[in-house]
Each structure stands twice: as structure tokens, then as C-alpha cells.
């Protein structure tokens, strides 16, 4: 197929990438605000700058253009006919770039959303939207799943801690010949042992 693009409007089109407030964002964001959903902006301490940001769900939303961002087996990602080598360079490097974002996200325990332009066109918003939004709300209960086990590792990684820690003393006690135990150390002792029978 033609590339109907002349090269100044690519070059405009490109300055857009991940520019602020693209239509395709404001169509995301309003359906999510009319659904009831609260979210941030181009949260710059994030890696990969996400579009929308939801901190209560732990959701980092990216719109991304189908060309730009290589959308495979998409109709709108057409390789130019000219200069071929340099887009599919242009494209490749923003495809890498979004997979090492996404993986440096999860990596700090973000779940993220991609929504391809193509998926909200008039037709199809609804419905791309009615699953983000179902994805969204799962990645609530996921988030608390995970933070609830995250604490309970921690509690469990302190009481280990604090019984090794007591029994160091005591066994340096012993060595020393003494019988002296600290009160605070006997008393936490004894309190182990009644939760553990
Ligand atoms: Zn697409």
C-alpha cells in the first residue's frame, strides 16, 4: 500500500508520540470518568510516562497509535512504501522501548493496560472499554490480594527474626555463665511460645 504521508506530515505525526491529550486519550479518559473512575495524567515518576494512571486499582493505562507503536496484524500499522528501513527502525525502537516499560512496571508491581487506537473507534469503544474496565476493577482485588500477602510475609519474616534474635541473647547468656535475662527478652520469649502451643 501508498504511504500517503508527505514527509512533513509524518515528521508532525511523530512529534505526537506519546504527546499529551491525543484524541484517542481523551475518548479513554472520558468513558473512564463517566464510568465512575478517578486517575492522574502522565505520571513522569512512572517508567514509560503512562497516559492515565489509576493509584487506587494500581493501573498504569497507555493509548498507544497503531503505526507508531507497530499494533501487529492491524490494518492502521501499514509499512511505508518509502524509506522502509528507516520506519521499521523508528517502529522496532518504540516497540522495544514499550516492552521494557511494561516489564519495569510489573517489575514494581503496576498492572498495565494497552489500548490500541484502532479499539476506539466509535464502533468498538464500548465494548474495548467495558473489558478495561472489568480488567481494571480485577486489578483492585489483585492489588489487595498481593499487599495483604506481601504483609503477612513481612509479619512472618519479623517474628522469625525477633525469635532468633532472643535466642542469640539467651544462648550468649548461657555461655557468659549467667542467668541474667533481660525481662523484655524472657517475657517476649515466653509470648512465642504461648502463640506457637
Ligand atoms: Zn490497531
Redesign the pocket.
Given at each position: 500500500m501508498a504511504d500517503r504521508m508527505t514527509p512533513l506530515q509524518r515528521s508532525r505525526c511523530m512529534s505526537r508520540i506519546r504527546s499529551k491529550d491525543t484524541g484517542p486519550e481523551r475518548s479513554v479518559r472520558r468513558e473512564l470518568y463517566r464510568r465512575g473512575f478517578r486517575y492522574r495524567l502522565n505520571c513522569r515518576n512512572l517508567p514509560g510516562t503512562p497516559d492515565i494512571v489509576l493509584h487506587k486499582y494500581r493501573t498504569a493505562i497507555f493509548v498507544n497509535g497503531?503505526f507508531w507503536h507497530g499494533?501487529e496484524g492491524?490494518k492502521?500499522?501499514v509499512r511505508p512504501s518509502s524509506n522502509t528501513g528507516f520506519w521499521d527502525q523508528k517502529v522496532q525502537r518504540n516497540k522495544a522501548r514499550d516492552a521494557r516499560d511494561t516489564a519495569h512496571l510489573e517489575a514494581l508491581g503496576w498492572f498495565v493496560i494497552t489500548i490500541?487506537?484502532?479499539e476506539l473507534s466509535p464502533s468498538r469503544l464500548q465494548e474495548t472499554m467495558n473489558k478495561v474496565e472489568s480488567e481494571i476493577r480485577s486489578n483492585r482485588f489483585r492489588y489487595i490480594k498481593e499487599k495483604a500477602a506481601s504483609r503477612n510475609r513481612k509479619d512472618s519474616f519479623a517474628k522469625e527474626d525477633h525469635l532468633k534474635r532472643s535466642e542469640t541473647v539467651l544462648k550468649t547468656e548461657e555461655s557468659l555463665g549467667g542467668t541474667r535475662i533481660p525481662g523484655s527478652v524472657k517475657s517476649l520469649s515466653e509470648n512465642e511460645e504461648g502463640q506457637e502451643s
Open positions: 497503531c499494533h492491524c492502521s500499522y490500541w487506537e484502532c
